[in-house]
């Protein structure tokens, strides 16, 4: 077995360029699919509670959704050995577009369930494949930085277009926002052909199933699975956690989390990649764990921001080391079987979380639920430490043992 990292690093100067043209196509299509995936998110929701009656139907909508998420992450790699990157992911954003319009000529409950699977889909094909492209875009030597970056324009989207989804149906009507999310996904294919078709990598690829059993993958994304479980659970409960009379506060926490995470996965790109990304898998969790008890304090002020600060430090911190250390253990032909295991992790862990504390605080509270959510949270300490004993075993490298071509 090799190890991913040379021990002897470019220095600071000799560092290759981050942007490039290619990346920047990348980010077109980046921002066209998550827009569209966000514009609709809190939208198709309450669109299929107005025309089937009720929350149930609501969930339906909305668990339909992350299941096809999730199914498609799972098939990407495959698809995307066969049909190339530029396929799968043209595929997917016309997934996300076309069957937006749909939407607004129909009442039929099973007709938004149906849209809502082929969206999931998409959205699953544009996050699997277009993040083994970018992966491949971005130079080794500053893949925690190019990460970082990544993460900053592929979450300004749901910081802006989430409300303004909300806002657009309020104001304009369900049809205008339907139109939206579907030109934000449609205009992007255009910027598709200007993107690598297929790695040039001697390689062998990484079969999906072999990615699950690789004890090397699993740890890190189970460890960002344990995260991902408090970030559902932050984003869905802690307005009703909140006292009602104090609605400008949990404003204020939910752009704080999302903020700090972002700065949080910037400085740990950065600094994985000058020193040991391995290093911050562990503290990550630690500090995400801190503040999700902290939230088991909800009615102060201080604890409440202080809370979402902390924990949107090491969810962002444990973001960035997993996923860079997840693409360092493979070669690039196995960078489609990394982002379709990180993906998972993400979307299982918070649709799992959400699900699970919400019939755990109807028997304890608030207070207990977010304590029992920490006390979960630290059994991933197990993997988090195997995998640092795992990387000293493998010398000054910067990961564990990589899964190596076959000769």
Aim: aromatic share 8%; charged share 10%.
């Amino acid at each position: 077995m090799t190890a991913s990292f040379d021990s002897t690093r470019p220095s600071v100067a000799q560092r290759p360029p981050l942007v490039t043209r290619p990346l920047l196509l990348r980010f077109v299509s980046m921002l066209g699919a998550s827009s569209s995936f966000y514009l609709l998110l809190s939208v198709v929701p309450g669109y299929a509670a107005d025309r089937g009656g009720g929350g149930g139907t609501a969930g339906l909508a909305t668990g339909a959704l992350m299941l096809a998420t999730v199914a498609g992450e799972l098939a990407t790699p495959a698809l995307v050995n066969r049909f190339g990157y530029r396929a799968v992911l043209a595929a997917g954003l016309c997934l996300l577009g076309a069957p937006a319009l749909v939407l607004a000529e129909t009442r039929n409950l099973w007709w938004i369930v149906a849209v809502c699977v082929l969206r999931g889909l998409g959205f699953a094909f544009t996050v699997v494949a277009g993040g083994a492209l970018t992966a491949s875009l971005i130079p080794a030597e500053r893949r925690g930085e190019g990460l970082a970056l990544v993460g900053v324009v592929s979450g300004a989207p749901a910081l802006v277009a989430l409300p303004l989804g909300v806002w657009l149906a309020a104001h304009t009507g369900y049809p205008g926002v339907f139109t939206a999310a579907a030109v934000a996904a449609l205009a992007a294919v255009a910027s598709v052909p200007g993107l690598p078709d297929r790695l040039r990598d001697p390689g062998r690829p990484v079969a999906l199933t072999e990615g699950l059993r690789a004890p090397q993958l699993l740890r890190p994304a189970v460890v960002f699975a344990a995260t991902t479980v408090a970030a559902g659970i932050v984003v869905t409960f802690l307005p009703l956690a909140v006292p009602a009379s104090r609605t400008g506060l949990v404003s204020l926490a939910l752009f704080v989390q999302p903020a700090a995470a972002t700065v949080a996965r910037w400085w740990a790109g950065r600094y994985g990649d000058r020193h040991n990304p391995a290093a911050l898998v562990l503290p990550g969790l630690l500090i995400s764990t801190a503040g999700t008890l902290l939230m088991a304090l909800p009615g102060s002020a201080v604890a409440v921001i202080a809370a979402v600060t902390v924990f949107g430090a090491g969810f962002g911190i444990t973001q960035n080391a997993t996923l860079s250390l997840m693409y360092a253990r493979v070669p690039a032909s196995g960078y489609g079987t990394v982002s379709a295991v990180w993906n998972v992790a993400y979307d299982a862990g918070m649709g799992a979380g959400a699900a699970a504390f919400g019939a755990l605080a109807a028997g304890t509270g608030y207070a207990w639920a977010f304590t029992l959510t920490g006390a979960v949270m630290l059994t991933a300490v197990t993997p988090a430490r195997r995998d640092r004993r795992a990387t000293a075993r493998a010398g000054s490298d910067q990961s564990a043992p990589s899964l190596a071509p076959r000769e």
